[in-house]
């Protein structure tokens, strides 16, 4: 966020940026969107930590002329949401699944935070993939919590308890490579592992030639582009036409691997983020969500910080 608004500071169509932190209390979060449109902000940009507890805030900042942009889906229909598809995602790393064992083989899904709604979408999505693979069993089902300590422990006792082949393991996080180790460390032969890609599970591939991954790709960084982009052209009256901006989920597979490699990443390179080698969002197609669409001014993809620098 503040690399992109740095732009418009420095051309000066920009006078000051504020960022806030609820550090996950959406009570406090409501606060600081308050506390925003008390400042009579041009635009407000959320990480939204409810899909509806925002909704009334969101509409007060709608009521004073705030156009909101939120990352991540919200309810109302005053504010544009930036997110994706993930019943799609899921559906698409189960789909993957199912083809790596030509339609027959045992599966362990290690899932989020149970009561998520992420979870549910995600599982809706693997479940419909599954279904049309009746040789493909889903054998076991754990949370993970999106965590590494936690994915490594539960998949630990999974193996544990099922003597039987798991040939493959569902998860859409970013613990691909503790999943990897887990299997590793209780003697089994790897397995196929999908997930978001990550710096450590690249670092992990580099130095694992077995490692079999495949899925996408939800990180951070084209997500805060994409509100930021969608923020500007808002202001600049370019109307947008619906109020969810999907951004495409890019896929990773196992050949695509070495595209999305850097050097810093190794196992440990928890907090590296790789980048889509091309933009997950380009400017035509994000002209399709806007009524009057021009290209984002002071954008360029190529400018995106390196995950390797400094």
């Not at 901006?245 to 695509?256: A, F, L, M, R, S």
């Amino acid at each position: 966020f503040k690399r992109l608004v740095g732009a418009f500071q420095a051309d000066g169509s920009v006078s000051s940026f504020e960022l806030s932190d609820s550090n996950g209390d959406t009570s406090q979060q409501i606060a600081q969107l308050r506390a925003f449109i008390d400042k009579k902000c041009s635009i407000i940009t959320v990480v939204a930590g409810s899909s509806t507890a925002l909704n009334d805030a969101i509409e007060a900042a709608y009521k004073a002329g705030i156009p909101v942009v939120s990352v991540g889906l919200v309810t109302t229909p005053y504010a544009v949401s930036v997110d994706s598809n993930y019943i799609k995602f899921g559906y698409d790393m189960a789909k993957d699944i199912t083809t790596a064992l030509n339609g027959k083989g045992n599966v362990l899904r290690v899932e989020g935070i149970a009561g998520s709604p992420l979870v549910a979408e995600q599982r809706t999505g693997a479940d419909k993939a599954f279904a049309e693979s009746p040789g493909v069993k889903v054998v076991r089902d754990v949370n993970g919590n999106w965590t590494a300590a936690v994915t490594k422990t539960v998949v630990l006792q999974a193996l544990a308890t099922h003597p039987g082949p798991v040939d493959a393991v569902w998860t859409s996080g970013s613990e691909a490579r503790v999943v990897a180790e887990a299997f590793a460390q209780a003697g089994r032969p790897a397995p196929v592992i999908t997930g978001s890609v990550s710096g450590d599970a690249l670092g992990y591939w580099k130095a694992h030639p077995d490692f079999k991954f495949t899925g996408g790709a939800l990180l951070p960084s084209w997500t805060a582009q994409t509100a930021v982009r969608v923020g500007v052209r808002m202001l600049l009256g370019q109307e947008p036409k619906v109020s969810l901006v999907e951004i495409p989920v890019p896929d990773v597979k196992i050949g695509d691997l070495g595209s999305w490699y850097r050097s810093c990443m190794t196992a440990d390179a928890v907090s590296v983020f790789p980048v889509a080698p091309q933009d997950p969002m380009p400017e035509d197609l994000m002209n399709g969500y806007f009524k009057k669409p021009a290209p984002t001014p002071e954008f360029d993809y190529a400018k995106t910080p390196d995950p390797c620098a400094q």
